[in-house]
DNA sequence: TATGAATGAGCGTTCATTCAT
DNA sequence: AATGAATGAACGCTCATTCAT
């Protein structure tokens, strides 16, 4: 635990003050502080801070994309196609796994995740399209087999309702614990939250779509 | 039309690059330049910039409370309680009427609530939960009595699911409006994407708490 | 004396500094520093080091080449054209002109010379061009009457061999005088040396151009 | 040709870079990358920035004293007096012998004494003087005897006025030669440039001192 | 009511150099 | 002989805010 390494000292530092104040509102002076190592070395080890952002993100996404690879693998032996809240587990165990590592990974990772739906942020959303889609897809077009039938684009918009629940819940876990802590005098830990989701998306996915209500906004 | 007052100036200028960049991204020098007025005038009519994101989100959340609570007291009359989907129905009523005012309006109003969870932003929170907790309240009560019966806090955290959902979507509109015209060679309106999110939603909160699943996490 | 405007201030200062060190070896903080207003003044004032760099050299050209042309015009109802020796006596008065103004602004105008020939800065030289050449080519073609004949591509190089004396002297007015002072116990004013350029570059521009020795190289 | 050895690499480096760029402009950094070396190597081959910058000068004005020793020693057997076009054009001799070990040989030797000339850079200065001066003397003799008889302060400020022209015009070749090309469809090569110097320069140190039009001025 | 000028604090980045191996 | 890692100092610049009028 001692001393990790300069650039191992950043990452830690850097998780977990993203995790508390986003990517912007964490300078490198913050970081570079925490870590107790020179301002410059940021710089040094990862080009700028958004280098240092992207070293992030493949930390946690890569060992995430490979433990749900696989998983997807193992359970594609059986001759049965996997039940959403099969494919939901998965997911929440892939990121549990990322959790495991270091309290602020998930975060910080979702964090990113709305980052790069953001407007003026098309390079950090092709950075990681262009690294994760394809090991992502996949598990995706399970997700669609066993949700209700529907068009391209209502699948579309559900997977970003679902992502919406995901990346809001996980980014600001710290508050919504506190609040809950305050309020119900019990906090639910990060494993508990992702095993409630399971039903609540598997059953958003499988919803039937109702077009009839269009009329009445 | 032509020219409409120094404040109501900057408040239409802040909304459309609050909505593009985010708060913090978003410079008081891109909103006076934008606005054509003086640097100073943000701080002479608002205080600082905290206070002019204050007077942005009162402009959203007083006409949104207001409008859900005439909603509720007209359909009070009837002797049945409203349904789930009524409810939310409801709900993305007022969320377009807050749309139809300004194309960034909702995603300003987004953005904000997202900041409003984050760590260090107790202000805004306390801020927000003494203007208008009171005025949600009812509603949040209704939509509990047709939901799946649950503990306290389980309905506290799906209820963040649900707000996950509508905020990452709205928020980010643009960026996923763009993205599926991209792949589908069509884009939704947010009235329909309001719409969409309804049975979704719904059957999130019907969906009956399982517990068995917690240990295979 | 007491206080001239931060503008103004700032410009003086960089004027000493520029002429002692250059441009790219002063820094802002020296600058501001010696000026004794705020650091930021100068981004305030001048938009950018480049910018009061730019701000330095248009209040020394635009008198410059002002005089020069009111110079030219008054001896042009002669019916004479004007001698070499003149026309080069025209030039060191307008120069003393800017000089009397402030004892750096010839060593800061020459470094701006300089460095618009160099590699990399055709920003600076555009700039300087579009404000200038038109102002002083009636100026250089008059130069060329009295000149030897010769090529233009002759002529182009005499006159930058012409530039070179010029800069070169009062960019390092202050080095040449004090070495001038330990060797031979007395200093040359400005006014002197440019009074003595005078037959030396006038004879420069009137000798023979040889092509005899070309191959002897 | 292959690997030339790391202070080799480096020397060539440095060459390129300080004729494009300057001194101060060009970085270690930018240095060793070229000369694809450790970023040490500077310091370690050279002790510092400002060593690397003494040696690149050695390895010019060495050679270029030695030439234009042997040089004065063949012509001295005569029983006359060289002439002031003869010096100049061993000067222009030795010069062409730097520039041919390297196309920007000579631009780095020429910003090189300019850099020696600026305020702050005694140490330079001193560094050259000492090491050269005696070698140079003969031959600046040489050029005052056949010189228009004048004062020594006069000769002094004569010297700068064609150090300057030579300086700035090899300094600046390459922009210059790249405006020539736009302007008259051809460029000239340095050889002739050199040679085009010889009666300009030879003519100017040959002027008449005129001490009356001191007072117009 | 409004604004041009100015400010202190802090930003991400780069510099030549040094250190440990 | 050589190098990857690291460093202290400084860089130009931008931030939200305040002041004097």
């Avoid at 003050?17 to 502080?33: C, K, P, Y």
């Avoid at 997977?159 to 019990?186: C, D, P, Q, V």
């Amino acid at each position: 635990m001692r001393h990790k390494g300069t650039s191992a000292s950043i990452v830690e530092a850097a998780e977990t003050l993203f995790a508390e104040q986003g990517f912007t509102e964490t300078t490198v002076r913050q970081i570079t502080s925490r870590a107790d190592v020179n301002l410059a070395a940021i710089n040094y080890h990862f080009g700028s801070k958004k280098g240092l952002i992207q070293a992030v993100a493949e930390k946690f996404l890569t060992p995430l994309c490979a433990e749900l690879g696989s998983m997807m693998e193992q359970r594609q032996v059986a001759d049965s196609s996997p039940s959403l809240e099969e494919l939901l587990e998965m997911l929440m165990r892939a990121l549990l796994l990322v959790h495991r590592e270091n309290v602020n990974a998930l975060a910080v990772f979702m964090r990113l995740l709305e980052l790069a739906y953001m407007k003026n942020q098309e390079e950090l959303r092709d950075f990681l399209i262009s690294r994760y889609n394809d090991k992502l897809q996949p598990f995706i077009q399970l997700i669609r087999k066993d949700a209700a039938p529907m068009e391209d684009d209502e699948f579309f918009w559900r997977l970003h309702f679902l992502l919406g629940s995901i990346t809001f819940t996980l980014s600001n876990y710290h508050t919504l614990h506190a609040i809950e802590k305050r309020e119900f005098h019990s906090g639910a830990e990060v494993e508990n939250i992702l095993h409630r989701m399971i039903p609540v998306l598997s059953a958003g996915l499988q919803a039937r779509a109702d077009k009839t209500y269009f009329c009445r906004l």
